[in-house]
Structure formats: structure tokens, C-alpha cells
């Protein structure tokens, strides 16, 4: 385990029990994610599907057809 992991845990371990199990929820959940993400990408169709949304995401952008993204519009 990294130190940095070791202190981030170490400061969760002060956190109250309801605010740990909080975070705990919190990260295993995003651990899990990750994975997901992660057998998705690897699976061979997902490089040609990847590519077909970035040509169309091009094409529209070409097209006019999107606007800026504004973060604090969000």
C-alpha cells in the first residue's frame, strides 16, 4: 500500500462510524466502477464502437451542430 493510501485511510479511521462506513460505501462502489470501465474497454468490439461515436462526435462538431462546453453552466 502507498503511503499516500495509508494516510488517506488513516484520516478516514478518525471519521465518525457512520461517516466511515459512508466512505467505505462510497469506494468500494468506485473500485467497482473502475472495473466495469475496465472489462468494458478490453472486450475487441469496443475499440471499433469507440471510434464510431469519435467520427460522429467530429461530424456534428463539422456540421455546426454543437456549442461549447461551460463548466459552470453545469
Not at 459512508?22 to 471499433?48: I, K, T, V
Request: glycine share 4%; charged share 35%.
Amino acid at each position: 500500500m502507498t503511503q499516500l493510501l495509508q494516510e488517506a485511510f488513516a484520516r478516514a479511521g478518525e471519521l465518525p462510524q457512520a461517516e466511515q462506513d459512508r466512505f467505505a460505501r462510497f469506494l468500494l462502489a468506485e473500485l467497482e466502477s473502475e472495473q466495469r470501465w475496465a472489462e468494458l474497454f478490453d472486450r475487441p468490439e469496443s475499440e471499433d464502437l469507440l471510434d464510431g461515436l469519435a467520427d460522429e462526435a467530429l461530424s456534428e462538431h463539422r456540421a455546426g451542430r454543437t456549442r461549447p462546453l461551460i463548466v459552470d453552466d453545469l
